[in-house]
């Protein structure tokens, strides 16, 4: 039955190509050749029911590289233990794990959680990693701080590092031993590998990034085996699709508590955070939204409305790699998009603004979004990261066009010109900026 179903949604996906008439199938065609994905695989769920399932350029069963997406399993595994009063995520992290530097000493796990530790990272050097976990953390204990922990967010793999060997001296076993009879084994994940040693011999993705307008091959990082709950994760898209949605049900750890986890996070300075116990947190309308992403070419995303009960979604799109090094979350918004465009307005203004950008369409509407100026200066800002400076500009003019008072529309365009080699136009509208600042500023 399982296979019948699997042919049956192929062969779907291959007609609604040709036809160009299922909008998830076409927006994938556009992703491809807009982008230059090599090959890349979509999972979208609602409510336990899968909308779309499909892959393009490689084979729906493939094992992809998804590299950061292993911190999800460290993040649900510290959840655990949070859940089970074996830890308490606002004590320090030395006292769960011996040997930490002196300066590190009154870091809490909820920071480590977050990436609001300020610790340095320790991935700087691909070819000679240290031996052990234990001899990373003596190499890093000279080094300053980079923030006082608490009061900013910056993403580092020591964060998981650290929080790996938290769990190893709770259950006093290897990593991958824990995460394998605590989630991998139950959810009966049997494609998922921890660690390039544990891959089979065929049907894993090789990885390619863009360069020069071409796909080549991504460098091969030699992970040591204590990084396997921050990097080294391959799986498919169906184990990813099993993992996130036993989340959702509370298999792993109990709503009750996610929703507790889950809450927008804010940093001790009052502003706010980007990690919600380890997951991405985010809204769009009435939807509340946590994931991750690894990189440039995977992301993963839970979307719930007030609770895990009521209205949800999973979209998985994982990818190995682009031309364009298109970021995974344009990819993912793009699928929000196509599969609801009714509840995920802001991706659809997303979508619109990068067809406009590169001139496929007219201007869009930009209606009912909130903060409409600072969303449109963020597009233009991911235009000009995944398509060019000439299709940002062509936002950015948009943006001082709906909002010609503010300041900081004219300062992006400015920048933007700028980095184009403009500096006459750049020099004209950073005077623009500062009149428009400084007439602001009188006001007050």
């Known amino acids: 039955m399982r296979f019948l179903r699997h042919l049956t949604l192929t062969f779907a996906f291959f007609i609604s190509l040709m036809a160009h008439a299922d909008p998830i199938a076409e927006q994938m065609r556009i992703n491809q050749k807009r982008y230059g994905i090599a090959g890349q695989a979509l999972l979208i769920a609602h409510n336990d029911t899968v909308l779309f399932r499909a892959a393009d350029g490689v084979k729906i069963d493939n094992v992809f590289p998804v590299y950061s997406l292993s911190k999800l399993l460290v993040s649900t595994l510290i959840m655990q233990l949070v859940e089970q009063s074996k830890i308490d995520l606002d004590q320090p992290a030395s006292i769960y794990v011996r040997d930490l530097p002196a300066s590190w000493r009154g870091i809490t796990v909820r920071q480590f959680v977050n990436h609001s530790s300020g610790v340095p990272e320790y991935f700087e050097n691909t070819v000679n990693f240290l031996p052990t976990a234990q001899a990373v953390l003596a190499s890093l204990a000279a080094k300053p701080l980079n923030f006082q922990p608490g009061t900013s967010t910056r993403y580092t793999q020591t964060n998981y590092l650290v929080l790996t060997m938290l769990l190893e001296a709770q259950y006093g076993k290897p990593y991958a031993q824990i995460a394998k009879q605590r989630i991998l084994e139950p959810l009966h994940m049997e494609h998922t590998y921890l660690g390039a040693p544990s891959l089979p011999k065929a049907g894993v993705l090789t990885a390619y990034a863009g360069k020069d307008g071409k796909l080549i091959q991504a460098e091969d990082v030699a992970w040591p085996d204590y990084s396997y709950g921050h990097a080294e994760l391959y799986l498919t898209v169906d184990d990813l699709f099993r993992f996130v949605q036993a989340v959702a049900k509370g298999e ?126 963020a597009s233009g800002y991911a235009a000009r990261e995944n398509l060019g400076l000439n299709e940002a500009i062509r936002v950015f003019t948009l943006n001082t066009t709906l909002f010609p008072d503010s300041a900081n529309t004219w300062d992006s365009l400015a920048e933007t010109y700028q980095a184009k080699g403009d500096q006459v136009k750049a020099r004209q509208l950073y005077e623009k900026a500062h009149l428009l600042s400084a007439k602001s500023g009188a006001s007050k």
């Open 252 to 377: 792993l750890v109990s709503k009750q508590t996610l929703l507790q986890l889950w809450q927008p996070p804010l940093l001790s300075t009052g502003r706010p955070g980007i990690f919600a116990t380890g997951w991405e947190y985010g809204e769009s309308g009435q939807y509340h939204h946590v994931g991750h992403d690894g990189g440039t070419q995977v992301r993963v995303r839970l979307v719930y409305k007030d609770t895990l009960d009521g209205d949800n979604y999973i979209f998985i799109y994982l990818t190995n790699g682009s031309v364009k090094n298109v970021w995974s979350r344009v990819l993912l918004d793009s699928a929000m998009a196509a599969a609801a465009p009714d509840q995920f307005r802001q991706e659809v203004l997303s979508e619109k603004l990068i067809a406009y950008a590169l001139g496929e369409t007219k201007t869009p509407t930009v209606e009912g979004i909130p903060d409409l100026e600072r969303f449109i200066n």
